[in-house]
């Protein structure tokens, strides 16, 4: 597929994230293809997805698109979706057809610029980008260093932004105004009628995840209301 045909088809949808906790039973290739399965076969649009191995098993499952990432710790950096060029190039090797990065104003692991990774991956890997962003200011940034798209993915997730609770509405609303690239709205969607708002304000499609396919935290959330004095 085309940059231009994946960002058609990225537009105006819904698209699920398919994860689990490494400790749960759920975090498993097979499991994971089954539950991106599930969503194209209700209307997804598209299906994020972490890991290679998941990627591959879902490749197997679906011909929508793939926002692909890989989610690593590396020591002295908090970023942590795709944060190397080499992690990168496994997730476009497992078959994703977008590459989804951290793409906050933290530290990067060795000094490397945002610029520098969007560019091999585009020359190198072909594939377009999903910046993976917290504030405007990193907006800007991820724009002026060449991604594709933009994603409101990590608002509340970091330093600059911990006292902000997604979804991040009026983020989307400011890249919207701002940015002519598409802009993905994404955490915290908790509802079919807040998928709804992020249309309604200008989202180019909306992400959700916990909400559909998140049973352990789900879980977790009613056992604690059902147990608590």
């Known amino acids: 597929?085309?940059?231009?045909?994946?960002?058609?088809?990225?537009?105006?949808?819904?698209?699920?994230?398919?994860?689990?906790?490494?400790?749960?039973?759920?975090?498993?290739?097979?499991?994971?293809?089954?539950?991106?399965?599930?969503?194209?076969?209700?209307?997804?649009?598209?299906?994020?997805?972490?890991?290679?191995?998941?990627?591959?098993?879902?490749?197997?499952?679906?011909?929508?698109?793939?926002?692909?990432?890989?989610?690593?710790?590396?020591?002295?950096?908090?970023?942590?979706?795709?944060?190397?060029?080499?992690?990168?190039?496994?997730?476009?090797?497992?078959?994703?057809?977008?590459?989804?990065?951290?793409?906050?104003?933290?530290?990067?692991?060795?000094?490397?610029?945002?610029?520098?990774?969007?560019?091999?991956?585009?020359t190198e890997l072909h594939k377009p980008v999903m910046a993976d962003i917290d504030t405007l200011a990193s907006a800007q940034a991820a724009v002026d260093a060449g991604t594709d798209i933009l994603g409101t993915t990590l608002y509340g997730y970091t330093p600059a932004t911990q006292t902000c609770h997604p979804p991040g509405f009026q983020l989307l609303a400011d890249l919207i105004a701002k940015f002519s690239l598409p802009s993905i709205c994404e955490g915290g969607i908790a509802s079919p009628a807040a998928a709804r708002q992020a249309l309604e304000l200008g989202a180019s499609a909306v992400v959700v995840g916990t909400a559909i396919t998140g049973i352990d935290i789900l879980v977790q959330r009613y056992q604690a209301a059902l147990s608590a004095p």
């Open 1 to 122: 597929m085309t940059f231009d045909s994946i960002l058609r088809q990225l537009r105006g949808g819904l698209i699920v994230s398919c994860q689990a906790p490494a400790d749960s039973p759920l975090h498993d290739p097979g499991v994971i293809a089954a539950m991106a399965k599930a969503a194209v076969n209700q209307g997804a649009i598209a299906v994020r997805i972490d890991s290679p191995a998941h990627i591959a098993a879902v490749r197997e499952q679906v011909s929508v698109p793939i926002i692909g990432l890989w989610k690593q710790v590396i020591p002295g950096s908090e970023v942590y979706i795709t944060p190397q060029f080499h992690h990168a190039k496994a997730v476009a090797e497992a078959g994703a057809d977008v590459i989804a990065i951290d793409a906050t104003e933290r530290p990067r692991p060795d000094s490397e610029t945002l610029s520098h990774l969007i560019q091999q991956i585009h």
